[in-house]
Nanobody, 118 residues
Framework: QVQLVESGGGLVQPGGSLRLSCVAS????????MGWYRQGPGKERELVAG???????NYADGLKDRFTISRDNAKKTMYLQMNSLKPEDTAVYYC????????????WGQGTQVTVSS
């Protein structure tokens, strides 16, 4: 079945960097728009960045100068390069994608924890 698996989270000091990955697998016919969301402690889930199949990206306000979203369609993989991390970036980061080929249209990964702390 279709699934999304994130990796790359962890503990990093303020000012550090992390690179998240999201791999899509299963009976995928078409892998469409993909995005990263995050949910911090006591906060609602929010969109961090999204990217179309053609590579057009959009970002949440204030993140474009520190975060970069990209994807490799051949590998069915999306990335999020996060630089100059701040404690307020601490959250569970989720991968989401619109996929044709499974039972649903929108899929979510299980999330990967990012903790920014000294």
């Amino acid at each position: 079945q279709v699934q999304l698996v994130e990796s790359g989270g962890g503990l990093v000091q303020p000012g550090g960097s992390l690179r998240l990955s999201c791999v899509a697998s299963g009976g995928i016919v078409t892998l469409g728009w993909m995005g990263w969301y995050r949910q911090g402690p006591g906060k609602e889930r929010e969109l961090v960045a999204g990217i179309t199949t053609g590579g057009n990206a959009n970002y949440a306000d204030g993140l474009k100068d520190r975060f970069t979203i990209s994807r490799d369609n051949a590998k069915k993989t999306m990335y999020l390069q996060m630089n100059s991390l701040k404690p307020e970036d601490t959250a569970v980061y989720y991968c989401s994608a619109l996929i044709i080929g499974g039972a649903s249209l929108e899929y979510w990964g299980q999330g990967t924890q990012v903790t920014v702390s000294s």
